[in-house]
Nanobody, 120 residues
């Protein structure tokens, strides 16, 4: 299983970006999908997650500005980021909980990371 993230880039404060992450390979089911970020010198933190039922969870710092969504048919998750702030600058990682076969346990997979830079 591989996760491929895309959509990062540089934007001015107040701008928008959309991140996407697609899973490929042998997949029976995907449970939670999520986005994490790691700023320079800081620990990786949860940005947003979405469960298999569509329930969502957001970090307080992004509530009202970011929206996470998933497309189960395409094994993808997206993160729409609006009203971006310089403090949103970080490397963003997607994370999936995947069951490869019906008899396998859930395993965690990470994407390669995509840089988001917000200038003031």
């Amino acid at each position: 299983v591989q996760l491929q993230a895309s959509g990062g880039g540089s934007v001015q404060a107040g701008g928008s970006l959309r991140l996407s992450c697609a899973a490929s390979g042998s997949i029976f089911s995907i449970n939670a999908m999520g986005w994490y970020r790691q700023a320079a010198g800081k620990q990786r933190e949860l940005v947003a997650s979405i469960g298999s039922s569509g329930s969502t969870d957001y970090a307080d710092s992004v509530k009202g500005r970011f929206t996470i969504s998933r497309d189960n048919a395409k094994n993808t998750v997206s993160l729409q980021m609006n009203s971006l702030k310089p403090e949103d600058t970080a490397v963003y990682y997607c994370r999936f909980e995947i069951k490869r076969r019906f008899y396998n346990p859930l395993s965690t997979y990470w994407g390669q990371g995509t840089q988001v830079t917000v200038s003031s």
